[in-house]
């Protein structure tokens, strides 16, 4: 009776060793008996001379799958193609380069809101707004002033969708869906490369 082995490739795998093995691109749905062997099975070895970006195709990982279980059919679902990074493991940034990135952004976002509202008057209009509400002018209009700085910094975490490393609901913010955009537009790019290439 013949056997069926369903399979399905990730998208996008990042690996600090150049021996890629069947689980490190793949998922499938087995019987107990062929984990083990799943486990062991090596797909491709990345020579230093291939560089740090390896296209594992379906095929290559099909063909693995022939040589381990010569009578099972290898039924395939969702993504033909797994792009492997090769990278060295990356020790955490240090907190002085932590610092001054952050300092960097911090100046950065901070001189863009303040010459955004330099060019609209935001000062004039505090100001305006705060006469016709209380009826008398000042210049530094703190009561409008400081709520309107806390909800800008709020209105930025909730646009954002993210305090520190944790998400406020589950669904993606604006920099979620722009990142998972580039990386998928690399991945094209990476794929398309490798092909013309071999």
Not at 39 to 67: C, F, M, R, W, Y
Not at 132 to 147: F, M, N, Y
């Amino acid at each position: 009776m013949e056997q069926f082995m369903y399979i399905s490739l990730k998208r996008h795998v990042r690996l600090d060793e150049r021996r890629i093995s069947f689980f490190d691109v793949a998922e499938a749905e087995v019987d107990q008996e062929a984990q083990p062997i799943l486990e062991k099975l090596v797909i491709k070895t990345v020579q230093p001379s291939a560089g740090n970006i390896v296209v594992v195709s379906v095929l290559d990982v099909i063909h693995a799958l022939k040589t381990a279980f010569p009578d099972t059919q290898v039924v395939i679902a969702g993504e033909t193609e797994s792009i492997v990074s090769l990278q060295p493991a990356i020790a955490p940034a240090s907190f002085w380069k932590i610092a001054f990135v952050w300092l960097v952004l911090f100046t950065g976002a901070a001189l863009t809101i303040m010459n955004f509202h330099e060019d609209v008057s935001m000062q004039k209009v505090h100001v305006l707004i705060y006469e016709k509400i209380t009826g008398v002018k000042k210049e530094q209009p703190l009561l409008l002033q400081i709520p309107y700085s806390i909800g800008l910094g709020l209105g930025m975490i909730l646009f954002f969708n993210r305090l520190w490393q944790k998400r406020l609901n589950e669904e993606p913010g604006p920099l979620d869906l722009e990142m998972f955009k580039y990386e998928e537009d690399i991945n094209g790019y990476l794929a398309a490369n490798e092909k013309e290439q071999s």
